[in-house]
């Protein structure tokens, strides 16, 4: 190092600076480095400001007792000159005019840019801060604790830091950021960033290069791709596994996906993928765009298949020959998640794929009866149409105020010319706005097409109140029994080829499937135990950094529990207090009664195995009333735009609360003015909270334990993570004492004997039924497991019972190898899931064995029908009376509208027939819904006569327009629809 760069200083002139205080950060040629003060004092001067640069042995800064003269120093370091940089910094000090020879100087330091500044540093501790859980996890994955950053308590690393743990990416130690296109970022170089590219630049050709190899344990991944090769007839290939890799290497370290401008770097926001593929005659490079976002079958696809494989599956659908490419398909399901996740809104993955394809089709499907009823807008149109884009600016209004699209037709004209980009930008949107209005007036049409006339509207009138009033007699189908009826499987199949858009069958399968639960064995629960056990009396652990066995004190004897608890305990210390209900029931009695200091355990609670030490006892209240004022600043949460800076809003609050400490009206008055939370309407008050329902992730920790911690009639001001806040506690009730505990929790999971042992066992199970000698149900009854169904399975469904969403189980049921009683062995969620393919049913129509439940009854109605038209053939209603025990009955003043006669229920058939039949006359023998019915009109009443029919044909036109919104779904019946959504999800 030459020379460095002073990227801020976090001190200025005149502020008292112990040793340890981070004074700057010095930017080198090797990183950008938090400088340490070596002394304690006032910082008197400031050598090098922000951005300027210095050579190595240059004055930084000096530190010393206030009034030390500081020009007599610069001129002991022979570094008068550099004092020019911090002038009036440096004479705004007090500086004695005259200094004898013997006075005595106060001690004072210069501080210099050192030589050498570490490079990186690191957790300077002996032992590293996790959890158990997150250590066993670690160990078993080959992760180094030491690079992991911990997201828990106190930088404490837990389970979901192992999980998500991806090695940290270089730091390119770059200023400024200026996104110049969609996907691509550039950042401007800094002296660092251009220093390592000059210098492996030179090494390149002046130094010798040698490679290193390693070997790499696949085991895990052989198995992974030999679990994963389920999907569809798509076997996915070690490549694709590297190929996916790389994508999410790339992705997770964004400096390393770049390329070298000479003064930029572009860093690329997507990963796309040069696979290389050997043709006759060369190599060619197909790319693979977006892999970051594609599935391993999604590359298998697009990369094993080579460049006929790129080309055949890059959509996902077809509307009448038209595809709907993968690419576009893709973004508008993410748009949907994006924009769902904004609105706080939760949606699954199917649920949005399911709307992007409504969405597409509704589209395609529009645009193409658009072009075929040849409907067209002119160019002109445009304009209007854009009318809220632009109405609203005062560049496009004329004198008066009022929108004119003549200057909006100047500002694309000028757009052209002064910013073609913004102009094809435009051009883009003109084209969304011309076809948005042919929509537009697509769905003009339909409803005017859909339009009441006076004759529709006379003929709804006549419907509600002409009547009719009959005597029948009703033969109920029960009183002839089904089993003088025989219905074959021929007649069953007749009917369902004669009622095909009634009975099609989709393409479906049928489940069933057993699981083997990873669930700890009483071994590993004991082995938990004595773990717990070990903390009670001291133990020795290895200190990897010192290189040394340290002894560790015992859990009952240790003062600090935080950092204890946080050191061996998957949960982190909680210093909140407990209330005996809040105890777990089997143990709350002498949980509450322990002495403090005092150990309880090792016992079970909620997944965990304990052991709890009583810190201490105190009465808090359960519930309290509290108002407050808030003044956010810039950076905490929930701030709005504009927010003042921090220092600012302290100001602010403490000025507002010597207004308000002795006013609760002022008080008031001030909340609702100021506040940016649901309390501005409330005058603050934020109501009553209880106790045993705050949590750190529902309640801000410094803002309950001042309400909670604090006398009634309380006032304070408190910084939270949302801001400055004044703190007002009203009202208290139920206070009852609660118990403080500190606790050593460890999660109880299976050890890897256990699962080892459960993976034998559901393995045996998969290989016995798999043979086919012995059945599936008889396996699952002699292993004591129970059997689940899932039946009418679709190529898109994504839940399966008990199991959730299980994708690659549907893909492997519909996987065209897949056949019938074949048996597949899946993990979900850790446990270990045998499943077997039941039944298969193509699309078409329904099968006999399928349709029958629902044809059968049908059948029976039609025959009994038959057997009672003819039994009593020529009888009228008298003659039915007489010769069947059924009596007459009446139904008066029947309508059209009638959805349900009084005494009958609902019967169309018999409603249609009577209107249809002259007063006096009797009907034939009419075929219902319970049983056959023969009726006489006694009485027929048309309606009132009226010249206006205008309020039915309105009540007709709002009927017709509820049909207009189911439009889609019967064009959707007219058009090809080719879906291929189950290939990509």
Not at 633 to 651: H, I, N, R, S, V
Request: glycine letters at 6%; hydrophobic letters at 35%; a neutral charge.
């Amino acid at each position: 190092m030459e020379e460095g760069t002073v990227v801020k200083w976090l001190k200025k002139e005149g502020d008292k600076v112990h040793e340890g205080d981070i004074l700057a950060e010095i930017e080198t040629d090797k990183a950008t480095m938090e400088f340490e003060s070596f002394h304690s004092g006032m910082l008197l001067y400031i050598g090098i400001q922000e951005g300027e640069s210095a050579l190595v042995d240059s004055v930084l800064a000096i530190i010393g007792e206030k009034g030390v003269d500081v020009k007599k120093l610069l001129a002991s370091v022979g570094d008068s000159d550099n004092s020019n940089s911090s002038n009036d910094s440096s004479e705004s000090q007090s500086i004695p005019e005259k200094t004898s020879e013997t006075e005595k100087i106060p001690e004072s330091k210069s501080v210099l840019v050192p030589k050498v500044l570490e490079t990186a540093t690191t957790k300077q501790i002996g032992r590293t801060l996790a959890s158990p859980l997150a250590k066993k996890i670690a160990e078993e994955k080959g992760i180094d604790l030491r690079y992991v950053k911990g997201t828990g308590d106190n930088g404490r690393i837990i389970k979901r830091d192992i999980e998500t743990f991806v090695p940290a990416s270089l730091d390119f130690g770059t200023s400024l950021s200026v996104k110049v296109s969609e996907g691509i970022e550039v950042l401007e170089n800094s002296q660092m960033r251009k220093v390592i590219a000059r210098r492996l630049s030179e090494s390149k050709f002046s130094a010798p290069h040698y490679y290193l190899t390693i070997e790499v344990d696949m085991d895990s991944c052989m198995a992974f791709r030999s679990q994963a090769n389920q999907p569809e007839n798509i076997k996915i290939s070690f490549n694709d596994i590297v190929l996916k890799a790389c994508a999410k290497g790339l992705k997770a370290h964004p400096n390393v996906n770049s390329s070298w401008k000479d003064k930029t770097t572009e860093v690329y926001k997507h990963v796309h993928l040069g696979v290389a593929v050997a043709v006759d005659g060369g190599l060619l490079v197909p790319v693979i765009k977006f892999a970051d976002s594609l599935s391993l079958v999604e590359i298998d696809l697009l990369s094993r298949r080579g460049l006929g494989g790129i080309a055949s599956q890059t959509s996902v659908g077809a509307v009448n020959g038209e595809t709907i490419p993968i690419d576009e398909f893709r973004s508008r399901v993410q748009n949907l998640l994006d924009n769902y996740k904004a609105s706080n809104i939760s949606i699954t993955n199917k649920q949005a794929v399911d709307f992007a394809w409504n969405d597409v089709l509704r589209e395609k499907i529009l645009l193409m009866e658009i072009q075929t009823l040849g409907i067209e807008l002119d160019h002109s149109k445009v304009y209007e149409l854009a009318t809220p884009m632009f109405s609203n600016s005062p560049l496009f209004k004329d004198e008066k105020g009022n929108y004119a699209p003549e200057k909006v037709k100047e500002y694309i004209k000028d757009l052209k010319i002064t910013n073609p980009e913004t102009y094809q930008n435009w051009k883009i949107q003109e084209q969304k706005l011309l076809t948005n209005g042919k929509v537009n007036l697509y769905n003009t049409m339909v409803k005017a097409g859909l339009n009441a006339t006076k004759i529709q509207g006379k003929y709804r009138y006549n419907e509600e109140t002409d009547r009719v009033s009959i005597d029948y007699v009703k033969i109920p189908y029960s009183s002839i029994p089904d089993s003088l009826i025989d219905i074959s499987d021929n007649e069953i199949h007749t009917y369902i080829e004669t009622h095909t858009r009634d009975y099609k069958q989709e393409n479906e399968r049928d489940l069933q499937y057993v699981v083997f639960k990873e669930k700890p064995s009483k071994t590993d629960i004991e082995a938990i135990k004595v773990q717990l056990r070990k903390y009670l009396s001291p133990f020795e652990e290895y200190n990897y950094t010192s290189s040394q066995t340290e002894q560790i004190p015992a859990f009952p004897e240790i003062d600090d529990n935080r950092s204890y608890i946080n050191m061996y305990s998957d949960r982190p210390y909680s210093d909140k207090y407990l209330f005996v209900s809040d105890l777990p029931v089997a143990f709350r009695e002498q949980l509450f009664a322990l002495k403090k200091g005092v150990v309880f355990g090792p016992y079970e609670d909620n997944g965990y195995m304990k052991i709890s030490k009583l810190v201490s006892r105190k009465i808090v209240a359960d519930s309290v009333k509290s108002a407050h004022i808030i003044v956010p600043f810039q950076g905490a949460k929930l701030a709005p735009e504009g927010a003042k800076t921090k220092d600012m809003a302290k100001k602010t609050i403490d000025s507002i609360f010597q207004l308000v400490k002795n006013n609760k009206k002022k008080f008031k008055e001030v909340a609702t003015e100021i506040n940016t939370d649901a309390t501005k309407s409330k005058g603050g008050d934020i109501g009553w909270v209880r106790y045993s329902q705050i949590s750190d992730d529902t309640f801000d920790k410094k803002f309950s334990d001042y309400i909670f911690f604090n006398s009634v009639g309380s006032m304070g001001v408190v910084e939270t993570a949302f801001g400055y806040h004044i703190i007002r506690v009203d009202q208290k009730e139920a206070k009852q004492m609660a118990v403080q505990l500190a606790s050593i929790s460890i999660k109880i999971v299976p050890s890897e004997t256990t699962i080892n042992e459960i993976f034998a066992k559901s393995t045996k199970f998969e290989m016995d039924v798999s043979n086919g000698i012995v059945s599936f149900e008889d396996v699952a009854k002699r292993d004591s497991l129970e059997v689940f169904r899932v039946n009418n399975l679709k190529i898109l469904d994504e839940s399966l019972g008990s199991l959730g969403s299980q994708r690659g189980i549907v893909q492997w049921a519909f996987n065209e190898d897949t056949e019938e009683s074949d048996i597949k062995h899946f993990n979900v969620h850790n446990d270990n899931v045998i499943v077997r393919l039941v039944n298969i049913r193509k699309e078409g129509l329904q099968s006999v064995d399928k349709a029958r439940f629902t044809v059968m009854p049908i059948l029976l109605k039609e025959k009994k029908a038959k057997m009672i038209a003819e039994k009593y053939k020529g009888k009228n209603i008298s003659d039915l009376s007489e010769e069947t025990p059924f009596p007459i009955k009446k139904a008066s003043n029947i309508s059209m509208k009638s959805l349900s006669i009084k005494g009958i229920g609902r019967e169309p058939e018999l409603l249609g027939v009577v209107f249809a039949t002259k007063q006096g006359e009797e009907s034939r023998f009419i075929s219902g819904s319970s049983g056959v019915f023969k009726a006489k009109v006694t009485l027929k009443t048309k309606g009132s006569q009226i010249e206006d029919f205008f309020s039915y044909e309105v009540l007709q036109r709002n009927a017709y327009d509820l049909r207009k919104n189911n439009i889609f779904s019967i064009l959707k019946d007219l058009y090809d629809i080719e879906d291929d959504r189950h290939i990509f999800y």
